[in-house]
């Protein structure tokens, strides 16, 4: 799969996913640089690998949970400080629309 | 205009002068100010100074009988966070935003009393290795005002390197610590993973990212990293280091087998990088130790596997700027259009690239292909390096391939960009500690020798540096940094 | 299984997810307050509002609580076990991604049996410990509903509480089914304490996954999942409601859509959620933040011989006691009930006697006073007391009932000082009933004349007037044999 190249829905498809309103400038760049990069990231797609497990954690388990301690909360003015849209006791957010 | 010299000052000096009552913290920290006033402008290494502040937590210093560090001043990289200061992670996204707790590794600092000076620049989130992706504009090299300082924690090495700093915090992913370092002629240490804690450090790659020391000296690092490397209640991933950070003593080598991969050396290394490093094994052999070849034949897959694991954590890791709770949001009739508006509008274009690159490996169809693909590579890179310490106690290698670039070199091509990174990026899949420091000078420029180390392993290569360091017998000081240049 | 639901040819395929809030007393990520109902946004921190650099550090007891439920519900527990971030922008999920579990998940595959003469199993496919949502208030909007255009308040209080999420083969038959195995169920996680499991607070809520197929058929049909049924009656409901929309649709050739559906409680209706949205894709992949979960087999061990007697278990016992199905039902399932009969059966000796109180009186008295068994005044101890003066012939079930009343009115009072106050003992003996008999023989020669003449009936209009003498207090029983003997004399 060396040859990916990615189209401009493919594009705006995963751009979908991650939120990110591009612009059809923006659109055409990253379809070129996704491409570019990918091509590169496939480098490894035929590396034959199939039978080494994945590293799916970054170190070894270690006792790493935590006793059920309750503490207060921050004070609400403290939770709302940075808000950009605050309410009287919480965080406003648009319509969720259509 | 405070009398006291800050070029070159090492941090363990300015304890010495601190304890010896050769002067207070105020008017060391007032030093620093001064310095920053007056090269800041060309450097561009702060986003955030607050004089006042940072006099008043001297003054705070001065005031009660310190020890060890208590006054020395010290820089952090705006990716940690700062209770009531403001972070920005370099981003738009968060201009304003006032964290309401401090990193854990700077709440480590305020109890052993040292004194920030501000936040530092950096490559947006750490995406970067040159600190151009800043949203607050580049910072330059102080070794060369036109090529830039390396990154993503550029501002942190360039605070040290130009004086305004006597030593910084910076943060490792793929060698953002050791890079910088390593342009701008520092002493930078990525530390074992799990071993310095997370919290409050704004995150990019979780899996691969640990803050560490950035200093003039060994020694300095060192001290520095005896701060910050703690267990913590607030990571679960992290436990502290195995055994207690001793500052070295500079000493031979003897018993000690370095492991050269050869083979890694062969393309896209500068000449002069390539002499330096060179040069740096005929030290080590007459300094008693012994070098061998190893082979990391992995290593070469590793840039790969990095741009995809690096930018998979990070897509999820970035989502959570969404406009509703800090940060930037941009005004829009719905809640999806807000986020699309306010993130399109908040990222930058390098962080776009690596959000899309880390959403379509993951993405159905691809997840297999790539984030599986990748993390089986991130195990064969950690059983090379299993291999190879099975026989050498330390790897070397040139931190970087090259010396600082021209800034505005690399910006359009992305891959040439990452390509920098091929010597560091290694060690981050596999979590195991890194020691850069100066290697002298190519065409006028710093060049950097790697230590690598097994896991753990931190004070062998802090003692290895400080054997290398006083052979090099670098100067420190940028010539156009020197007083009176 | 109770008759299953099956229409035109077609039959019914239900599987369930259960949502469950655990009653830790922190957070599942941080150690806010894990309580609910407290002023909007004051249980919350860094980790709850997703602040830059904030990290999740998973709650021991909720990982604990958790291998309980799955130990209690028969599920296999893994070695080691991990989480992953599934992710979804939503105002609602601060992070963007919710901390939850894929492919290794704290409790996997088991199987469940909801017992009785018409009882079945359920296969259980896994049960994972995640984190819950915040809380969206919708100004303008009815009722919690996603609609209007005044946008939202979200409040992050309930972000974080830790919900354990128990997904179900698709092997239950009909809607009654659903509601009878989500009750047995609920009753077991109850009688563990990982949770209160109400459903109106929303620490209990299930979805199903609803489709039809031609009976005898191997194949699933499309499947809808419906969400926000937060009754057992609203289950049942919605369940019956979606079955007939499908057979509805596929006897009128139409396709059925896979997708979400809200049950609205008021109009019995069903509508589609989130349709517009495309299909969702997670992107899940491993907490770099969180390392494996590990068991080891002692620590299981000791778990599982810790837990508390199970309402299967119960069900089982209080049958093979001799209880009839239903009564044994409730009573597995109602632990507090359960607890206070197992008290009180140890102190009279005798389970069906200590049952019938409890289902009897007790119960009537709960729900009248709006009670716990726990809470009522009228202690096992002060209920066996009473039992023993009926059993040993003091008094009868008339003045029984009396002295029961006597003691919810009065927590101070014995059964005995009640009895003895009230003059409640029964009058038995053949001299004492003698003279009723001798009294009201006298007072209705009538009657006497009749019986003796055949109209054997007559003798319950006797003892009921020899009964009246007593004033209620007489041994119904002897009083018939004597007043038969003295009839036929
Ligand atoms: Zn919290």
Redesign the pocket.
Known sequence: MSGVELTADEVRHVAALARLGLDDAEVERLGRELTSILAHVNTIAALPIADVPPTKHSRDSADSLRPDVARP?LPREDALRNAPDPSADGFRVPPIGA | MSGIDVIGLTAERAMGMLRAGECTSEELTQAYLDRIAAVDGDVHAYLHVDAERSLAAARAQDAVAGDALSGVPIAYKDLLSTKDVPTTAGSRILEGFVPIDDADVVARGNEAGLVSLGKTNLDEFAMGSSTEHSAYGPTRNPWDLTRVPGGSSGGSAAVVAAGCAPWSLGTDTGGSIRQPAAFCGLVGLMPTYGTVSRFGVIAFASSLEQVGPMALTVRDAALLHQVIARDTDRDATCTGPREPIVVPDAGRLDGITFGVPRAELEEGVEPGIRARFDESLAIATALGATIVDVELPYSRHGLAAYYVIAPAEASANLSRFDGVRYGLRVDAPDVRSMYEATRDAGFGPEVKRRIMIGTYALSAGYHDAYYVQAQRVRTLIRQDFDTAFQGVDAILLPTAPTTAFPIGARLDDPLAMYANDIFTLPVNLAGIPALSLPNGLSDGLPSSLQIIGPAHSENLLLRLGAAFEAEHAFDVVPPSMRSGA | MSAPWQRDGYEAVIGLEIHVQLNTAS?MF???PNNFGDEPNT??????LAHPGALPVANAEAVRQSVRVGLALGCQIPDVSEFSRKQYFYPDSPKAYQISQYDQPLCGEGIFRVPGADGFTVRLTRAHLEEDAAKMIHAGGEGGRISGSAGSVVDFNRV?TPLLEIVTEPDIRSPEDARRFLTLLRATVIAIGASECDMEKGSLRADANVSIRPIGSTEYGTKTELKNMNSFRFLERGVEAELERQLGLVQAGERIDQETLHFDPTTGTLSSLRSKEQAHDYRYFPEPDLLPVTQDQESLAALAGHLPELPVARFDRLSEAGLVEATALVLATDTGLAAYLDDLALRTGDLKIAANWVMGELQAHLNADALSAVQSPVTPERLAALIALVVDGTINQTAAKEVFAALVADPAATAAGVVQDRNLAQVGGDDALGEIIDAVLAAHPDEVEAFRGGREQVIGFLVGQCMKQSGGRADAKALQGLLRARLSS
């Open positions: 909360g | 957070k941080c150690s806010c249980n919350v921190c860094m980790v709850c974080g």
